[in-house]
Structures are given as structure tokens and as C-alpha cells.
């Protein structure tokens, strides 16, 4: 009777622990994913600032100025 026990205990232990790697398994690959994601929208980002022109930042920061000036008066 104890034997019984003690194999279907053993058994279900067993199912718990595959159950258990197969989800470390899946979260191993799903960070390695999260990963190389996390690259591309660090590269996409970079390229955003490329894409505008320096002049066009320096004309925007001077009208920027005399708006806050105007303001304060």
C-alpha cells in the first residue's frame, strides 16, 4: 500500500517537474527573443534622429527661446 503511494507520489512529482523545465525552457527562448526585439528598437530609435536635419533643430530651439521671452513679459 505505502509502495503504491509513494510510486503515484513519484509519478506526479515527476510530471511536475517536466512541467517545470518545459517552462524555463520556453522562458529561456522568449528572453533570447526579447533580446535581439530589444536590439532592433534600440537601432529603429538611433535612425529616427538621423533622419532630421540639424538646421531644422537650431531654428526650432530659437523660436522656442523668444516665445518663452514673450511670455515671462
Known amino acids: 500500500m505505502f509502495v503504491a503511494i509513494y510510486s503515484l507520489m513519484l509519478i506526479s512529482n515527476g510530471e511536475l517537474m517536466n512541467n517545470i523545465e518545459k517552462n524555463v525552457m520556453s522562458a529561456a527562448d522568449y528572453t533570447g527573443r526579447s533580446k535581439t526585439e ?12 538621423k533622419l532630421v536635419p540639424p538646421v531644422f533643430l537650431r531654428s526650432f530651439r530659437k523660436h522656442s527661446k523668444t516665445s518663452e521671452q514673450s511670455t515671462k513679459l
Open 38 to 49: 530589444t536590439d532592433k528598437a534600440i537601432e529603429y530609435k538611433k535612425s529616427t534622429f
